[in-house]
C-alpha cells in the first residue's frame, strides 16, 4: 500500500510532465550508458523534450530504443579518455547511468564502476568544470538493511556484493566532485526492455518460481520512475544521496504474486531454494563467465546479494527532495510490463486464470 499522501502515477510519463521535468536543464546533457535499459529511456525522455544531448556509446552501440537521432555520438567508453573529454566538453549537465551490473571477478566491476567513474570526473574537471553530474548508483552500494523498513541514504554503506562495492567505490570518487552532484540510488528496476528482472516475468509466466528459502522483503521501482528522478535530479538534490523506489517494501512472495496476477496468471508455485544451491549455482555462473558467457543470470555475486533477507529503502523523504508526486505502484507498473513484454514476444501468455 502507498504511503499516506503519496499519489500514484502511471507508468507513462505525461508530455506536460515530461517538459515541466526537463525545464531549466543545463545543456548540453552529456549521457552514458544510453544503450542500455535506464540509459535508453532517458535518452528517450531528452529527445522527446528536446533537450540538447551528446551520447557516449561502444562502437556501433546496440540501440536499446532506437538508432540515435539529432544527438551527437561519441564512440569509446570509460576507458577511453580522450574519449570522455569529448563527451563532457562544455556540458552542462553529465548523466552517468553506464555501468557493469555482471561479472565474474571483482576486478571487472572495479575497472567499469569505480575506475570508469573516475575517469569521467577527471574528464569533467578538464573539460566541464562547472557542469552538474547526476550519477546513477544502485542500493546494492548502500547494502542490505537489518530490518524491513530499509536503510535511509545517511546509514553507514555495508555493501555484501563486488558489484555493490565497486558503485560505492564510485559514489566517493563522485563526493569530491568539485561541482553540484547528485547520487541516486535505485533498487531492482524493472520495466520495458529490462532483461534481468525479465526472468522473474519468465518464471511467473511459467508457473514456477523458486525463491531463496526465508521470508524476504524487497524495494522494487519501475523505470519510468528513475527516470523521472533523473531528471528532477537536474536541479533538485545537490550533493544529496537519494534513495528510489516505492515508499512500501514489498515481501518476495507477496510481490511475486501480485506480478503474476498483473499478468492475468494464477498465483505461480515458489520452492524455497536453499542458500547452498544459490551459491553452488553462483560458482558455475562465473565458470561460464571466465569462459565468455555474458547473459549468464546467476553468479556469485548475484548470489550473495539474494541470499540478503532485506534489500529494502527508506524513500520517501527523497522522493519529496527531488519534489516528485508519487511512483508507479507494482500493480500498474507490471502490468504495463507484461504487455511490451508479450508485444515484443519476450515472454509467452502463460497460463492465464480464469475470469
Given amino acids: 500500500m502507498a504511503s499516506e499522501g503519496w499519489a500514484s502515477l502511471s507508468p507513462e510519463i505525461a508530455a506536460d510532465e515530461l517538459l515541466d521535468l526537463c525545464r531549466d536543464f543545463a545543456v548540453p546533457v552529456a549521457l552514458t550508458g544510453a544503450t542500455g ?71 571487472d566491476f572495479h ?83 529490462d532483461r534481468d528482472v525479465l526472468q522473474f516475468f519468465r518464471l511467473a509466466a511459467r508457473g514456477v518460481v523458486p525463491l531463496p528459502a526465508g ?9 519510468a520512475d528513475v527516470v523521472r528522478a533523473i531528471l528532477a535530479a537536474r536541479c533538485q538534490g ?3 544521496v537519494l534513495h528510489l523506489g516505492e515508499p512500501s517494501p514489498r515481501r518476495l512472495d507477496q510481490l511475486m504474486a501480485t506480478l503474476a496476477g498483473a499478468g492475468g496468471l494464477k498465483r505461480p508455485r515458489m520452492p524455497a531454494v536453499p542458500g547452498l544451491v544459490l551459491r553452488a549455482a553462483g560458482l558455475a555462473g562465473d565458470a561460464l563467465q571466465r569462459l565468455g558467457v555474458r547473459t549468464v543470470a546467476m553468479t556469485s555475486d548475484k548470489a550473495c546479494e539474494l541470499l540478503a533477507r532485506h534489500w ?10 527531488l519534489r516528485l508526486p508519487g511512483y508507479v505502484p507494482l500493480e500498474d507498473g507490471a502490468r504495463a510490463t507484461w504487455v511490451w513484454y508479450r508485444q515484443h514476444g519476450w515472454v509467452s501468455r502463460g497460463t492465464i486464470r480464469a475470469a
Fill in 312 to 321: 529494502t529503502a527508506v524513500t520517501a523523504p527523497s522522493l519529496k527532495e
Fill in 37 to 107: 535499459f535506464v540509459g535508453s529511456h532517458v535518452l528517450a525522455a531528452l529527445r522527446a523534450a528536446g533537450v540538447p544531448r551528446r551520447l557516449l556509446v561502444r562502437g556501433s552501440g546496440r540501440w536499446t530504443g532506437g538508432p540515435p537521432v539529432g544527438e551527437e555520438v561519441i564512440e569509446g567508453s570509460l576507458e577511453d579518455g580522450a574519449a570522455l573529454q569529448r563527451l563532457v566538453r562544455g556540458a552542462g549537465t553529465v548523466v552517468h547511468v553506464a555501468g557493469l551490473v555482471r561479472a565474474a571477478r571483482a576486478a
Fill in 215 to 223: 521470508e524476504r522483503w524487497v524495494t522494487v521501482a519501475h523505470v
Fill in 238 to 240: 545537490t550533493n544529496r
Fill in 111 to 193: 575497472r567499469a564502476n569505480a575506475v570508469g567513474t573516475a575517469r569521467l570526473l577527471e574528464a569533467m574537471a578538464k573539460t566541464a568544470p562547472g557542469a552538474r553530474l547526476i550519477y546513477v548508483s544502485s542500493l546494492a552500494a548502500a547494502g542490505p538493511s537489518a530490518a524491513i523498513d530499509g536503510r535511509t541514504p545517511d546509514d553507514p554503506p555495508t555493501p555484501v556484493s563486488a558489484y555493490g562495492r565497486s558503485k560505492l567505490r564510485g559514489e566517493e570518487y563522485v563526493r569530491d566532485w568539485s561541482g553540484p552532484w547528485v547520487i541516486l540510488r535505485p533498487p531492482a528496476i524493472y520495466g520495458p526492455r
